[in-house]
């Protein structure tokens, strides 16, 4: 059961000097989870933040590695509450009616003053076997769970911020702008790109070392038309499901709009809908003479389709608008501390993976933590494993955001990366569905453990092929951008590595004809899938992964369970 809450006013003598386990920084998503599984475990946690709950975030499209990296540190921190994130009902009845469902992954390629081609859009329906993910509405979701980590024993402050962080041999000690002090064991930064840490020891890398260009704008919006009931597509080239039923991108030349909404599944009260503009300042610079308000119009003046959904739509926020989002540090670890996920870098919300590659690091991160509670190891050394992660979710994830961002002007090339996006997510999932039930059945916390345990920390699933098509991608989409290949041909190049691949499921439609453009896994698929997985995959993790699943669907039966 949670400890007793601690009290959270502030100090009444500010020369008082707290001690505390670890001291975080932000009470995100990120801050409260680990916040929570620290306190959980029996640590003395410190959350601290410079603004207050409930305020907007992003970062509101869930994605099924996500689902599992949650159901992994609820199982093994004993956090039962984050099992409410596990599914969109869960959500609705333990956080509440204000969340959407995430049933897809819808795109749509725009040309300026033209409708869209209906042959020129591509779809991931999430197999409903693996999850069925939802739209956070993150004001919420982000109450909900710095109150859990208030809860369990963390004590908190709102509208605090850090003046001074002083490093020691034995810890560090954070004093507030109030003159508050706490000193603490470990110091967790999870306040995103405005991190005190990279700013004491000037970590910001200049030049950024990604690749990828964009910058941003972004709000909510009540009243955006479903685009299933405004596009002029004949209904017998429109996806299996609908476009309002997931998370929508629109796909423009070096950019896109997203279109997440909160309205899509029965029983929600939220009206909104996020919807957010992300362009590449090369291509798009930020203009001087224009309100966000204006350029955003500007853009939908432009593309009739999507300008169609906001007939009659009402800005219900302030706009966001950001300069060029990327950005990176020289180090994520340091003696007694880390730069956890956004606060070490960022690349683009493509694809959803902001928050699954952050509870991939919360996981390693808080392992390490506790064993350091126990044995008073704080090396670095031991904590090496997360920057290398940190900096692999980072690489990764710059290759293909940039590949797709140099493909959206081609829809063949398009076609290509979002197959080499798509076709190993499944089993990536499936080696961290495979690391928890065998973790749940013996408690034996090696087979999580055993994740860390590949050559390219970062990579959703670690095989070698996949890396190689993934690196044959960005190279392929590079010199089409400066012009060394033709579209045609650059296409040609990675759909052949993609049908050559023996490693590529062939059962969804990722290999084969490029007429495939929507990919729907029924049940009897992913069963199919997994049957060749066993039989056929030429590599043995996935052979031995389709196995160990099959064995604990069959215990689970056997026990009177519903599978996994």
């Not at 853009?299 to 959904?309: G, H, I, M, N």
Request: net charge neutral.
């Amino acid at each position: 059961m949670p400890s007793k809450v601690q009290q959270t006013s502030q100090a009444q003598n500010p020369d008082q000097v707290r001690h505390c386990d670890v001291l975080i920084l932000g009470s995100g998503l990120a801050g409260s989870i680990s916040g929570a599984v620290l306190a959980r475990q029996g640590a003395s946690v410190v959350l601290v933040d410079a603004a207050q709950h409930p305020r907007f975030a992003i970062g509101e499209s869930m994605t099924p590695q996500l689902v599992e990296w949650l159901h992994i540190l609820k199982s093994r921190f004993d956090v039962p509450e984050i099992g409410h994130l596990l599914n969109v009902k869960a959500v609705a009845e333990n956080i509440g009616p204000q969340h959407g469902k995430k049933q897809n992954f819808g795109f749509v390629k725009h040309e300026p003053g033209r409708e869209p081609d209906p042959e020129e859009t591509t779809m991931f329906v999430i197999p409903r076997v693996l999850t069925e993910a939802s739209h956070l509405f993150r004001q919420d979701t982000d109450q909900y769970y710095f109150n859990v980590a208030a809860r369990y024993g963390c004590l908190t402050r709102q509208n605090w911020r850090a003046q001074d962080l002083d490093f020691g041999a034995a810890g560090v000690t954070v004093t507030g702008q109030n003159g508050e002090v706490f000193r603490a064991k470990y110091l967790i930064d999870a306040s995103g790109f405005r991190s005190p840490l990279a700013e004491k020891f000037d970590l910001r890398e200049q030049p950024v070392r990604f690749k990828h260009h964009a910058r941003s704008l972004f709000t909510h919006y009540i009243g955006v038309r479903p685009f299933d009931g405004v596009s002029h597509h004949p209904l017998s080239q429109r996806p299996p499901v609908p476009w309002h039923g997931g998370t929508l991108h629109h796909l423009i030349e070096r950019g896109w709009f997203w279109i997440i909404p909160f309205d899509n599944l029965k029983g929600s009260r939220n009206q909104m809908c996020s919807v957010g503009l992300t362009i590449d300042e090369r291509r798009y610079p930020r203009p001087t003479d224009m309100t966000p308000e204006q350029e955003f119009r500007s853009f939908l003046d432009r593309y009739p389709a999507v300008k169609r959904q906001f007939v009659g739509a009402k800005r219900v926020r302030e706009w966001v608008s950001a300069d060029r989002l990327q950005y990176s540090s020289k180090n994520s670890i340091g003696h007694r501390w880390c730069l956890m996920s956004h606060a070490a870098g960022f690349i683009d919300p493509l694809y959803s993976r902001g928050l699954s590659n952050t509870f991939e690091v919360v996981y390693s991160l808080c392992t390490r933590i506790l064993e350091s509670l126990k044995d008073d190891d704080w090396s670095i050394d031991r904590y090496a494993y997360v920057e290398q992660l940190e900096r692999g979710l980072l690489q990764y994830n710059d290759d293909l955001v940039n590949s797709s961002y140099i493909a959206f002007s081609h829809f063949r090339l398009w076609n290509a990366v979002f197959r080499v996006w798509g076709g190993f997510l499944t089993p990536g999932v499936m080696r961290l569905t495979r690391a928890l039930a065998q973790y749940e059945l013996d408690g034996d916390e090696q087979h999580l453990r055993a994740l860390e345990n590949t050559e390219h920390p970062g990579l959703w699933w670690p095989g070698s092929a996949f890396r190689q098509i993934l690196e044959l991608t960005a190279e392929t989409c590079e010199k089409f951008e400066v012009g060394e290949l033709g579209g045609d041909e650059a296409a040609d190049i990675i759909l052949t590595a993609l049908n050559d691949c023996e490693s590529l499921n062939p059962v969804f439609g990722w290999k084969g004809p490029e007429s495939t453009r929507f990919i729907y896994p029924s049940t009897p698929m992913v069963a199919r899938f997994v049957y060749w997985a066993m039989r056929a995959a030429p590599e043995p993790e996935m052979r031995e992964i389709s196995r160990s699943l099959v064995g604990s669907a069959a215990r689970s039966i056997l026990k009177g369970k519903k599978p996994l």
